[in-house]
């Protein structure tokens, strides 16, 4: 089993500024891909950012400029840089990581609330 833990959520006021990270551990795995989701109550779940195997990014089209994704390969950690959030970011975020083997693992997810 992997383990996926995100940390770095919170409340925000609108314009400001979060680093969510996405500690991994367990059993050794390659990746086929590992990115950010997103779910807003009443909302479907939404990819934010990922990795592709080949260390590709790739976001989503509204979120592009604001929104960073980046990790550390030696501290098995993703992270996402969010700049100039705005309400409608307010979602539990998760971290995801898709392995070579099929093998599909989510975070429990950490809230980001944007108000003032």
């Known amino acids: 089993q992997v383990q996926l833990v995100e940390s770095g959520g919170g409340l925000v006021e609108p314009g400001g500024s979060l680093r969510l990270s996405c500690a991994a551990s367990?059993?050794?795995?390659?990746?086929?891909?590992m990115g950010w989701y997103r779910q807003a109550p009443g909302k479907e779940r939404e990819m934010v950012a990922r990795?592709?195997?080949?260390?590709?990014?790739i976001y989503a089209d509204s979120l592009k400029g604001r929104f960073t994704i980046s990790r550390d390969n030696d501290k098995n950690t993703l992270f996402l840089q969010m700049n100039s959030l705005k309400p409608e970011d307010t979602a539990v975020y998760l971290c995801?990581?898709?392995?070579?083997?099929?093998?599909?693992?989510w975070g429990q997810g950490t809230q980001v609330t944007v108000s003032s």
């Open positions: 995801t990581v898709l392995t070579t083997m099929g093998r599909r693992y």
């Open positions: 367990g059993s050794a795995f390659s990746v086929n891909f």
């Open positions: 990795f592709t195997n080949d260390g590709r990014t």
